[in-house]
């Protein structure tokens, strides 16, 4: 049997250098004004379920004023749930679906949120992270999703939303926690996090993850990954602080695309996707997603006083997503003699390299009568992404298998590099912005925010054998986002709100790890103006029972500009709606029953089309009313846990996906489903606790996740895990 080539990588991380000189002068500020909050997630109550600050910054006030839906997800939701990876921790709050990748679209973490792509709105710690990956959540404090268009706080893109990752940092205090696991499926896994103190104002944290295993209920898939993440901070009691951290990722999974949908002649998918439920139709020795990721961050912060602060972040990140996939294809034809096509292939080779740097300051102040807590700042940002992909593999002796039971044990001919990049993309970004929370009287607060980019792409394409080029395109846009709204305060822990946001997507935000839809630039995407998403919302939040969140929220967003086809072209022509509403809660009912989760309504669909005839094109005539796809039109959540002796929690959750359309056409889907969870803790003393977890309760056979017209991932099945968990 032939074997493919195995990949060898050597790249290092450069090393960062950043002078900054800064110049403040002094200002006279009321006696009476508020002193500036300081933004520390560790101060959160330990154990939390509900979180009442933002990590972000631009967030002038406590999440219940500020005029805008934001889910957070803290760090003991996702350990009492089992959550390990960014995409299971998303499962606890609704409203967001996955989406597939392929070749065009570079496969990774791939999140909808209130029925628009937020591939590329992904972000560490207030930064951009552009590179397409699988993340973990070993190293992850909470994770904060911002609902609704949100240019005006992300830039470009967030077009439904975006999530920021909270990372841990070296902080005050000495402590030593860790877990321990096994399971089924080969389940092993080990964490470590321990924070020293280096005098009295230095700290150094490490945290580290080691994790193996197969995939519940899919045969010849597993995952493997290691990741670790130093840190060290200095100026812990003093006005000037400094903190540099080293955050790293590998993994090496077996990737799996699950069950392909029917293509007839016309190559419109039929129905939902179909084939073993049990099945991997890869090739075992061939197939191989591998991904690294290394990010470096220096944060340098320095108190003026109580009410001035300054803040630099500088960010080094180097990302590689390599894989070679089989991409199982079936016809009616073939399904009814049994059979499926192996003939197509898919691969990546991404490296994507990015530096930014963000300065902001705090301001706390007041002009008059009224209070202004305020943030304002500068970012600039280089990102440069290369694919340099794989060819060969091909099966020999056939492509035809049956789809009952695939042989995976197959010769295939090697798998190559190519000698050069195929494409390669560099996008600059340039921007200002600034956020004022206004304190008009004890009843009233006034939330404004804006935000300029000088946005700039360019996109080299060339030939993957001989090196030769082939085009070079550029894209250069500026564009303005806003974000108002306003609360009246029934009662200090009861209010109502109403917001106004923007955002701009222009062509190639995703630095071309998304070829479809127009979102890539290509000739006939050079020129067009960014896409425009602006969203109302109207909202309450509400405190209860002294620490749980209740929140409800009524919005509408439109989409306009958007990329169809139209003739022979592609233009700004079309449009799309998203009318919804949520409800979430967060926190304690009793000092032993805690509950996190919620429900969203979302009836997203296309209200403007172009002329390709085509059904699994975005814009596509005859897509007008249709729902738009990777959507569900419901979704609901919820996870509790009830401490039913000193010694001994129990909990679970259940989580109800509605239908989702994997094509703007309609014609393919993947079914509702409805999943259970259940967990059991015993404290064997106040260092030490055993966690059992059983995800997938019912052994509930669903769909994870979909990607246009050609397959849908299967979600894993029943799996059980116990885990020691220690803390000292």
């Known amino acids: 049997m032939a074997t493919g080539i195995r990949r060898t990588r050597n790249f290092k991380l450069k090393p960062i250098v950043s002078a900054i000189t800064l110049a403040f002068g002094s200002a006279a500020y009321a006696e009476e004004s508020v002193n500036l909050p300081r933004v520390e997630v560790q101060a959160q109550e330990e154990g939390a379920y509900k979180i009442d600050k933002s990590a972000n910054r631009k967030f002038t006030a406590d999440l219940i004023d500020m ?27 609704p409203g967001i679906t996955l989406g597939g990748g392929e070749g065009g679209i570079a496969i990774g973490d791939r999140p909808f949120i209130r029925g628009f792509d937020a591939f590329a709105s992904i972000y560490v710690d207030g930064v951009r992270d552009i590179g397409s990956q699988t993340r973990e959540i070993f190293a992850i404090e909470q994770m904060e999703i911002l ?95 400094a903190t540099v951290s080293w955050y790293h990722l590998e993994t090496d999974d077996t990737p799996d695309w699950g069950l392909p949908y029917i293509q007839d002649a016309d190559g419109l998918p039929q129905g939902s996707p179909v084939g073993n439920e049990d099945k991997w139709y890869g090739v075992n020795g061939r197939d191989f997603m591998e991904t690294e990721s290394d990010i470096a961050t220096l944060t340098i912060s320095h108190d003026f006083n109580e009410r001035v602060r300054l803040t630099n972040t500088t960010r080094y990140g180097l990302t590689t997503n390599e894989y070679f996939v089989q991409r199982p294809n079936v016809s009616s034809a073939q399904f009814a003699s049994g059979l499926i096509n192996r003939a197509n292939t898919r691969d990546r080779g991404n490296r994507t390299e990015t530096i930014t740097n963000l300065t902001d300051l705090s301001l706390a102040f007041d002009t008059g009568f009224i209070k202004h807590t305020l943030n304002t700042g500068f970012e600039i940002s280089r990102e440069e992404n290369r694919n340099r992909g794989f060819n060969g593999g091909g099966i020999i002796g056939g492509n035809l298998t049956s789809i009952d039971d695939p042989d995976n044990d197959v010769a295939y001919n090697p798998v190559l590099r190519d000698n050069f990049a195929g494409t390669e993309a560099e996008t600059v970004n340039r921007s200002v912005y600034v956020f004022d929370t206004m304190e008009l009287s004890e009843k009233w607060l006034l939330n404004a925010g804006i935000r300029y980019d000088d946005y700039q792409t360019e996109y080299d394409r060339s030939n993957s054998t001989t090196g030769a080029p082939i085009e070079t395109l550029e894209n250069d846009k500026d564009f303005f986002n806003y974000q108002l709204g306003l609360v009246y305060k029934i009662q200090p822990d009861l209010n109502v709100y109403a917001a106004y946001a923007t955002s701009s997507s222009p062509v190639g935000l995703s630095l071309g790890d998304f070829e479809y839809a127009g979102g890539q630039l290509v000739s006939e995407t050079e020129d067009l103006d960014p896409e425009r998403s602006k969203t109302f919302e109207i909202g309450t939040k509400w405190n209860v029972m002294e620490n749980l969140e209740l929140t409800a929220a009524v919005f509408h967003t439109r989409k306009t500009n958007a990329r169809v086809t139209t003739g022979n072209t592609i233009s700004n022509a079309g449009e799309a709606e998203v009318n919804g509403f949520e409800l979430s809660f967060a926190g304690q009912i009793t000092d032993r029953w805690n509950v996190f989760g919620g429900y969203t309504y979302l009836d997203a669909k296309q209200t403007k089309e172009g002329t390709d005839p085509d059904l699994n ?41 509605d239908k989702v359309y994997a094509n703007p056409g309609n014609t393919g889907h993947i079914p509702s489903y409805v999943r259970w969870d259940a967990m059991a803790k015993y404290d064997i003393n106040q260092n030490l606790d055993l966690q059992l977890n059983i995800q997938n309760l019912t052994d509930e056979r669903y769909f994870s996740a979909t990607y246009f017209r050609h397959y849908a991932v299967m979600a894993p099945g029943r799996s059980a895990f116990l885990t020691l968990n220690f803390n000292y």
């Open 67 to 93: 005029p805008k839906s934001v889910t957070v997800i803290s760090e003991q939701v996702i350990q009492d749930s089992g959550s390990q990876t960014f995409s299971e921790a998303l499962r606890m709050t």
């Open 147 to 241: 609902k609704g268009p949100s240019g005006a706080f992300d830039g470009r893109g967030s077009a439904g939303g975006s999530i920021n990752l909270v990372t841990k940092q070296a902080r005050e205090g000495d402590f030593l926690s860790g877990s321990v696991g096994f399971g089924t499926d080969s389940y092993r896994r080990a964490t470590i996090d321990g924070n020293t103190m280096l005098g009295d104002n230095a700290a150094f944290r490490m945290v580290g993850m080691v994790h193996d295993a197969d995939v519940a209920g899919r045969d010849e898939v597993e995952v493997k990954r290691w990741g670790m993440m130093p840190s060290l901070t200095l100026g812990l009691n003093s006005p000037t602080s």
């Open 617 to 657: 094109q975005f814009g596509a005539a005859g897509t007008e009313g249709k729902q738009l796809p990777g959507v569900a039109r419901q979704s609901a959540s919820i996870w509790s846990t009830y401490r039913v002796l000193d010694d001994l929690t129990l909990g679970g959750g259940a989580f109800f996906m």
